[in-house]
């Protein structure tokens, strides 16, 4: 069917055609309105601490560099190489010295992209259109690059509201993140574990945000874990076992039912909020310490107002999902309308206790490795769901749980009370996802 | 010769409790503090306090069989096979009191559903000696694919 002309058909309030996660041409089309138009996220700045420091990233379809470059800013650049096309950075990250040297004709350019050399320009290209000043001689730049706390984003069209003005409220996700540190900073734990899905991005976002889906999904680790705990506590002097197991085992005791006491708050762009507080205030001696170097760092009153902070997931659409309680953050990179990669980082809370940093380590590596204990039966779903998408069993993803029941304020859209397993999140990437699509860049 | 021939058909048996997915004959190989522990890339030093894809003692061990076993681990239900081969198997240190550190290769083929994926690298075992034989102090595995992206996830040990 002629799918981009029908756009318009393809998003109801409480429903969506399939074609919208398994079309190729719509999947090319998002990338071009979406993901190469808005603000995605690149890496943090600690990625790349040195002059010459760079890593790759895709935005979208396009091959990118972050690169530090001598004067501390960071760049974004394509990782093409103006010449014939050559890709400048054959590999994940490095250092590249004082310039990008390309491996096939040996141009080199500055960090900024600005051309440095090419191998005997003066004979090669006397009287031709091209001289030592011609853009077209540089690497391509991001249209827009711009930092906050530390998080980088670019965007590759240079009109279209600023970065904070897209993140709205979802920039709590970094504030959050970033406030929990008594000095106000993260930095990144070197190490980024990368998994596959064999499905549509979008199923990997309204997931990352279904209240509805945990205590059915993840049972099985739920209660494996807390059968385990159970045992542990029994041993332990304290009573309690660690309290990774409590974070594994909330899968199964946070049954489907009290998932409708959680909230999520939805906002424009996409942006989702699910709160929940992660149980991450016990009042263990390592908790004790860190709040005392916490309350020295902000005062009494601050502190209290940082550690309430009611998050359990932000969701910065399109492609980012950030669980800043425990300072992780996967990163979707589309790699065709039927696979997605994410990467997956953790950060460190700068000065405060080890203890606390191991704490949210334990999640990031029982939930986010690549020998995840929960995120396997995820990515188990997201495969079926798009093969069954791309059936002809069906034509419609049904959004409709709660719809016409969500309490909606200047544009921003909550779960009513005791609705939390509402399906606003979804309806409101989709609406934001029709708006984008619909818009010519 | 005889240590030599002991240490092989230890490994030989751990593998095949994973191909067979004799889950609790398996985590009955370690020593009750012992560790299981596949490091993001090889030139991680200890399992302690750092990124991990695997750093379990016998406690996460458990978890990870419960799941498997449960029969709600709907990644579990498909047809899900493994095949392990071990070999290079050299003995490294033998201290006093017979403990042994060994190093051996392994290659792992993978079939979950109609996909097959391999794994391969290296074992390193410290292993404790005991009454009838050997208890696991330390494995720890260095996959030669450790740093790929993961095209799916790794369920059980490798
Ligand atoms: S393609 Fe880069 S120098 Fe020729
Ligand atoms: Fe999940």
Redesign the pocket.
């Known amino acids: 069917m002629g799918n981009l002309s029908d756009l318009s058909k393809m998003v109801e309030p409480d429903r969506v055609r399939k074609e919208v996660y398994t079309d190729a041409e719509i999947f090319e089309r998002e990338m071009e309105r979406i993901h190469e138009t808005v603000w995605i996220y690149c890496g943090h700045d600690s990625q790349v601490p040195k002059a010459g420091d760079y890593c790759t990233v895709q935005i979208g379809r396009q091959p990118m560099i972050m690169v530090r470059g001598k004067d501390r800013k960071v760049n974004v650049l394509y990782n093409r190489?103006p010449?014939?096309?050559?890709l400048i950075c054959g590999d994940r990250k490095g250092n590249t010295g004082d310039q990008f040297r390309?491996?096939?004709?040996?141009?080199t350019f500055h960090h900024d992209g600005k051309l440095k050399n090419i191998p005997m320009m003066e004979s090669g290209y006397a009287g031709t259109r091209l001289n030592k000043d011609s853009p077209e001689l540089c690497m391509k730049k991001a249209a827009r690059v711009e930092t906050y706390r530390g998080f980088v984003f670019a965007s590759l069209s240079s009109s279209g509201p600023s970065l904070k003005e897209f993140l709205g409220e979802s920039i709590v996700a970094f504030d959050d993140m970033c406030d929990r540190a008594p000095g106000g900073e993260v930095e990144v734990v070197p190490n980024c574990f990368r998994v596959i899905q064999h499905s549509n991005w979008k199923l990997f976002m309204e997931n990352q945000i279904d209240a509805l889906h945990p205590s059915v999904v993840h049972q099985s680790t739920g209660r494996a874990a807390h059968e385990v705990e159970k045992l542990l506590a029994k041993e332990a002097k304290s009573g309690e076992a660690p309290l990774s197991y409590h974070m594994l085992s909330a899968f199964a005791t946070v049954t489907i039912d009290k998932w409708d006491n959680f909230q999520t708050i939805n906002y424009p762009h996409g942006h989702c909020i699910l709160t929940g507080y992660m149980g991450l205030r016990p009042q263990d001696p390592d908790t004790l310490a860190y709040d005392k170097i916490m309350i020295k760092a902000y005062g009494k009153k601050r502190f209290e107002e940082i550690v309430g902070v009611n998050i359990h997931h932000v969701l910065v659409y399109p492609g980012l999902s950030v669980q800043s309680p425990l300072q992780q953050l996967r990163a979707v990179r589309p790699l065709g309308v039927d696979r997605t990669l994410t990467e997956i980082w953790h950060f460190r809370l700068k000065g405060a206790p080890e203890a606390i940093y191991r704490r949210s380590l334990a999640y990031y590596n029982l939930v986010n490795s690549p020998a995840t204990l929960i995120n396997a039966d995820d990515l188990e779903n997201f495969w079926k769901c798009h093969t069954g998408l791309s059936s002809d069993g069906g034509d419609w993803v049904s959004f409709a749980r709660h719809h016409g029941r969500d309490l909606e304020k200047d544009g921003v859209v909550s779960s009513a009370p005791n609705m939390g397993t509402s399906e606003a999140p979804m309806r409101n990437q989709m609406k934001a996802w029709a708006k984008f699509m619909k818009e010519a860049r | 010769m005889k240590q030599q021939h002991e240490v092989e058909q230890f490994l030989y048996r751990q593998s095949e409790l994973l191909d067979t997915k004799q889950w609790q004959k398996w985590i009955d190989l370690f020593a009750a503090d012992g560790i299981y522990w596949m490091p993001p890339d090889a030139s991680y030093k200890t399992w302690d306090g750092q990124p991990a894809i695997f750093a379990e003692d016998k406690n996460l061990m458990k978890v990870r069989m419960l799941r498997v076993l449960h029969p709600d681990a709907w990644s579990q239900r498909p047809l899900w096979e493994t095949n392990h081969v071990v070999s290079n198997v050299v003995i490294r240190k033998v201290a006093k009191n017979g403990d042994i550190e060994v190093a051996s290769r392994f290659h792992m083929m993978e079939l979950r559903r109609d996909d097959v994926r391999h794994f391969a690298g290296s074992y390193f075992h410290r292993l404790k000696k005991t009454k009838n034989g050997y208890a696991i102090k330390l494995q720890r595995v260095d996959m030669a694919n450790a740093q790929a992206a993961y095209d799916y996830v790794l369920q059980v040990w490798v």
Do not use: F, L
Not at chain 1, 102 to 107: L, V
């Open positions: 190489c010449h014939r096309g050559n390309c491996s096939y004709h040996a141009w």
